[in-house]
């Protein structure tokens, strides 16, 4: 039987967090039935601070991503969901979301 859960986005760190709280998704770096390695990039965002990757902690399959290509304004909060992964075996408990740095825009 296969399981799926969303892909949501973390707590953003409080050195890219901006008064919003939130995130504007500026690129995916997948698409639907790719599978992503542990540690590989889902998708860009930008704060006011900083370009931020969302990332994977597990190796998981991307069954569906919400917003179509392309866009230009999305913004989202903590724990929204932009798709929905599968994942095999333990890994669908396992996997987790996380934020690392691509480029800071501007310093605190």
């Known amino acids: 039987m296969a399981f799926w859960a969303f892909i949501k986005l973390p707590t953003i760190p409080n050195e890219f967090k901006d008064q919003t709280n939130g995130a504007t998704l500026k690129k995916y770096c997948t698409k639907t039935g790719d599978r992503i390695s542990k540690n590989s990039a889902i998708a860009y965002f930008e704060t006011w601070w900083a370009v931020i990757e969302l990332k994977t902690t597990e190796d998981i399959y991307i069954d569906r991503l919400f917003f179509a290509e392309p866009f230009s304004e999305i913004s989202l909060q903590e724990n929204d969901p932009i798709g929905t ?24």
């Open 85 to 108: 992964f599968s994942a095999e075996g333990d890994n669908i408990h396992k996997a987790k979301t996380y934020w690392d740095l691509k480029k800071h825009i501007r310093k605190k």
